[in-house]
Every structure is written in C-alpha cells, then in structure tokens.
C-alpha cells in the first residue's frame, strides 16, 4: 500500500454536532479489493485538532474505523457495515472537563491495522452520544509511521 494524501479521512475536520453518527470527512476507495494481500504495517491515527467539547452537559464521542461495500459506508451507521476498530465511547464535557485524549493536539487513537478481510471502501464513523458537541475538530489518516504512541487494551493512546 503507498500511502499519500488520498490517505486521509480528516484534516481539521468538524465534530461540532447533535448526537448521533456520521462519517467522518473522506472515504478511502482500496480499488475493490480491500487491504487483502497487504503485508505492510498500516497505522490509524485520529489525532484532536481543536479541543472537542460540549455545551456543558457531559456527553460521549466515539471513533470506528469501517468498511464497507459502498462509499457512504452504510449510511453513516456502523451496524451496517464491517467494523475493524472503535475507541469506544470518549467522555465529553465544558472546555477543560473532557477526557484527555479531545484536548487540542492530542492521540485520540494510534493503532496499527488488524489483518482480516475488508470491503472496497474505507472509512471512519463518529458518533456523539447524550448531548450536542459544540466545538471541536479531528485530523484521521493512515501511515506507515505513526506518532510513538500506542494503544492500550482499553484504547488510550500511552508514551512508547
């Protein structure tokens, strides 16, 4: 796989938004074949570009990296689709009450491709739970070379 710009799904992209899911930014098109064969180590990294938070009111946010026969990777609803990682649901909260991980510059996420089958296009999910986000935005690609962090069982990015 070589990866380039086209390997973005996000860069400064919107969370702000009433609860519910959406895909977020660009879809990946593998050219039909899914990611079969590939024996490189790929990389998803969701980063935090501005701080996410809510109108006060704590609330969830949750990241899924899917596949899926068709570009709108099912309508936006992960239960209709392959799902390959979640982040499981993130805490939001007021500016400064979040969970570390939504702080402007931080790993949301870090984790290296699970092997397995996937479908022709390629995409992250991201679902707001409980109460509206009022601001906030995420950067989402693939890499070769992550950032030195890595993911824990319970999915928070730590220091290698």
């Given at each position: 796989?070589?990866?380039?710009?086209?390997?973005?799904?996000?860069?400064?992209?919107?969370?702000?938004?009433?609860?519910?899911?959406a895909?977020?930014g660009?879809?990946?098109?593998?050219?039909?074949?899914?990611?079969?064969?590939?024996?490189?180590?790929v990389?998803?990294?969701?980063?935090?570009?501005?701080?996410?938070?809510?109108?006060?009111a704590?609330?969830?946010?949750?990241?899924?990296?899917?596949?899926?026969?068709?570009?709108?990777?099912?309508?936006?609803?992960?239960?209709?689709?392959?799902l390959?990682?979640?982040?499981?649901?993130?805490?939001?909260?007021?500016?400064?009450?979040?969970?570390?991980?939504?702080?402007?510059?931080?790993?949301?996420?870090?984790?290296?491709?699970?092997?397995?089958?996937?479908?022709?296009?390629?995409?992250?999910?991201?679902?707001?739970?409980?109460?509206?986000?009022?601001?906030?935005a995420?950067?989402?690609?693939?890499?070769?070379?992550?950032p030195?962090?890595?993911?824990?069982?319970?999915?928070?990015?730590?220091?290698?």
């Open positions: 796989m070589i990866l380039d710009e086209r390997n973005e799904f996000a860069d400064a992209v919107s969370v702000a938004g009433a609860a519910g899911s895909v977020l660009d879809v990946i098109d593998t050219g039909g074949d899914g990611l079969e064969g590939n024996s490189e180590e990389y998803l990294v969701i980063q935090t570009d501005t701080e996410v938070v809510t109108g006060g704590a609330g969830t946010i949750q990241f899924d990296l899917v596949s899926d026969s068709l570009a709108t990777l099912g309508g936006g609803v992960v239960g209709n689709c392959t390959h990682f979640s982040t499981g649901a993130i805490t939001t909260g007021a500016a400064g009450s979040n969970d570390p991980r939504l702080n402007a510059g931080e790993n949301i996420a870090v984790v290296e491709l699970p092997r397995g089958t996937y479908e022709r296009y390629l995409g992250v999910i991201y679902t707001i739970g409980t109460t509206a986000t009022t601001a906030g995420v950067n989402a690609f693939l890499t070769n070379n992550p030195s962090w890595k993911a824990t069982p319970e999915n928070i990015p730590t220091p290698v």
